[in-house]
C-alpha cells in the first residue's frame, strides 16, 4: 500500500476518505484528525490528532509521511502557517510544525 495516500487522505474531508476507504483506494485509516481554517489569521490550525495504533507516535517513516501530508494541504489551502500544538505525540508535532 502506498502509505502516503493514507497519509495524505487524513485531511480530507470525511466523506471523501470514507469514500476512498470503501472501495478499497485506502485500504486502512490510521489516524483521524480535528482542524479548522482561522481565516482571520490565515492559520490551518490542528485541534486534535488520534492514532489507531500508539506505536505510529514514534514512527519516523509515519511522520514524515504525515508532515508531507498536511503540508500539501496546508499550500492547498493558501494557509500562511500551521498551527500544531495540540498533538500530543512530540516527534509527529515536530514534524508537522517543521513542514
Known sequence: MNR????????????LAAALYATGALQRIDA?????????????????????????????????????????FVAFLGAKKLDAKAIREPLLRRRISSS
Open 4 to 15: 502516503a495516500l493514507a497519509f495524505s487522505a487524513a485531511a480530507l474531508p470525511f466523506a
Open 32 to 72: 483521524f484528525i480535528d482542524s479548522k481554517l482561522d481565516r482571520t489569521t490565515n492559520t490551518f490550525v490542528i485541534l486534535g490528532l488520534w492514532l489507531e495504533d500508539k506505536r505510529l507516535g514514534k514512527d519516523e517513516a509515519f511522520a514524515e509521511a504525515l508532515a508531507q501530508g498536511f503540508a500539501r
